[in-house]
């Protein structure tokens, strides 16, 4: 494994990142971040700011697994996400499902059971939001995350896969740490 990076990259997935943070695709994330850490932060911006960096933190552990897993299987990444088999798959669940909220059908989710890690205090299940909103969202960031990961199965670099994404996802959470931090003063603000 080789080591060796450029910084500089470093810095263009950050600001990628930032310039990703203003299409519609991240939109839906900013009143999540806001309801959701805004509601547990309790009024504090200090508490914002941490619940902000862990839920983001989650949305960078997601994007760095997916550059794990393009830096390990190389071509193969670009292979299997440009066959046929795979639109054909994709489109399929997404027809699937599309039909379900048609109400054509109904699939039977199970029963989620409540975790003693996920109370209000904890940490855990802001970071868990974040993992979800992670792949929430990347579909919508397809263009540049492939592009991305295209990138990355070539150089086959684990450690640069991970944290070039890390920094591309700390680009991106950059207003959602903004929004969680300051929804803090917007919960004690005088109806």
């Known amino acids: 494994m080789n080591l060796s990076c450029n910084p500089i990259d470093y810095l263009i997935a950050f600001l990628g990142g930032v310039l990703i943070s203003f299409t519609p695709c991240v939109y839906p994330l900013i009143p ?11 009024g504090s911006k200090f508490q914002g700011l941490i619940l902000s960096l862990i839920y983001v933190t989650g949305i960078a552990v997601t994007y760095s697994a997916l550059g794990l897993l393009a830096s390990l299987t190389g071509t193969l990444f670009g292979r299997v996400s440009s ?4 639109y054909i798959f994709a489109g399929s669940v997404i027809v699937v499902f599309g039909l379900s909220m048609l109400d ?3 699939i039977p989710l199970p029963n989620i059971i409540k975790l ?9 299940s802001t ?3 974040g993992l ?8 919508c960031l397809s263009p540049v995350l492939g592009s991305i990961l295209v990138y990355l199965a070539t150089k086959k670099n684990l450690l640069y896969g ?3 994404l890390f920094s591309f996802a700390y680009g ?9 931090t300051f929804s803090a003063v917007l919960v004690n603000l005088p109806e």
Do not use: R
């Open 172 to 180: 991106m959470g950059l207003v959602l740490v903004l929004a969680g």
């Open 104 to 106: 054509l059908f109904i």
């Open 116 to 124: 003693p890690g996920l109370k209000k205090e904890n940490y855990l």
């Open 127 to 129: 970071f868990i939001l």
């Open 132 to 139: 979800s909103s992670g792949l929430i969202v990347s579909p």
């Open 83 to 86: 066959s046929p088999l795979t």
């Open 32 to 42: 999540v971040s806001i309801g959701y850490i805004g509601v547990k932060s309790s």
């Open 162 to 164: 991970a944290t070039l």
